[in-house]
């Protein structure tokens, strides 16, 4: 079996990292006055609960040339002379390694959201979030056992990004329970879920989409349970604490698409960062793909009453002020159904490969 430390291509600092904490635990003695609708999310977390190693077909692999069989625009550099100019067998160690880069990225960011939901359970007040918040806690365990599975056939590792750490160690530093869900629930998911989808609708591959699929069926009931729990939470507030709010959002958005891309690939593989960074924006692949990763982001926080003028003046210079409209409720129906398809896919390879079992050779 490939063990991950093994497969690491830049060595981690270390193989642990601790983040120290300064909060108050809290208990509630409530049990009673759960809201309706949180209840309800808690039911559909509980009900919803599946096993990646039964779900999952995990005797399919991955391709040789594009493990996920992913379209060539959605490689960074496809089109620089540098990377035209390889031969098959380089090309595809490049491809290779930006995807299991990404892979390793969501690996990495699902535990941090692993802990991030187990902090919400010791940390938020109201009893029918620590149930909830539960739920989410071990569906984020099966993500990160998902996304390690899968990149184990990729043979090839990476440690967490510099910034996804600076803003995870960020929100598990604040003492305030609702930084938690600003950063992983609105910031950090929301990006994830943007991610996850152009892999699940444009991998040829059925492991890696089917992968994708499937945890997001579980980060729509995520995000929906940040926007329940926010939309009660920040009209209660003063105008300076929300903000602040604003303030460390924006902060967080331009983080992640500033500084959010793939240098360590490029450096490990000896190709000149810089060429690969100023063909990324010549090309416009930051301008298209960065703010696309948008989408389901900017919905959520005008959603929650962070509208102020930080927040709208910021994403209208970041050129994303035009996702505030988007049908969240849609997307998050889609998500659903689209894992179901990939369950009856499954369903019918199953009944083809039996039938085909139990055919005669013909004489
Ligand atoms: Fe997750
Ligand atoms: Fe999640």
Known sequence: MTAIKDIYTLRPDGTH??????????????????????MHLYRKGVEMQWNAETRIDWSQELDEDNPEQLPEQML??????????????DKADVRRHFQAWQISQFMQGEQGALICAAKI??????????????TQTIDEARHVESYKRLLEKFRVAYPM???????????LRDSRW?????????????????????????????????VNAYVMQDESRHVAFGRLALRDYYPQL?????????????????????????VEVWKNLGLDPAECAAHMYDSGFMQMFRSSLFTRIVPIVKDIGLWGTTITKGYEEMGILGYADTDVQALQDADNDIASEFDARNKYVQSVMDRAANLEPAE
């Not at 892999?199 to 089917?210: E, G, W």
């Open 238 to 262: 003063t105008q300076k604490e929300r903000d602040e709010r604003e303030e460390f959002l924006l902060e967080a958005c331009y983080l992640m698409r500033d500084r959010f891309d793939a």
């Open 121 to 134: 359970v010791t940390q938020v007040p109201d009893a029918d979030s620590k149930f909830y918040a539960a």
């Open 17 to 38: 990292w601790t983040v120290p904490q300064d909060f108050d635990v809290a208990f509630n003695w409530d049990y009673d006055d759960g809201r309706q609708s949180m």
């Open 178 to 210: 609702d930084m938690t869900y600003l950063g992983m629930q609105v910031v950090i998911e929301g990006l994830a879920l943007a991610a996850f989808q152009q892999i699940r609708d444009h991998a040829q591959n059925p492991l890696a989409a089917a």
């Open 161 to 171: 990004t510099p910034p996804l750490q600076e803003l995870i160690d960020q929100v």
């Open 76 to 89: 960074p550099i496809a089109g620089m002379a540098t990377y035209e100019k390889m031969g098959r067998k």
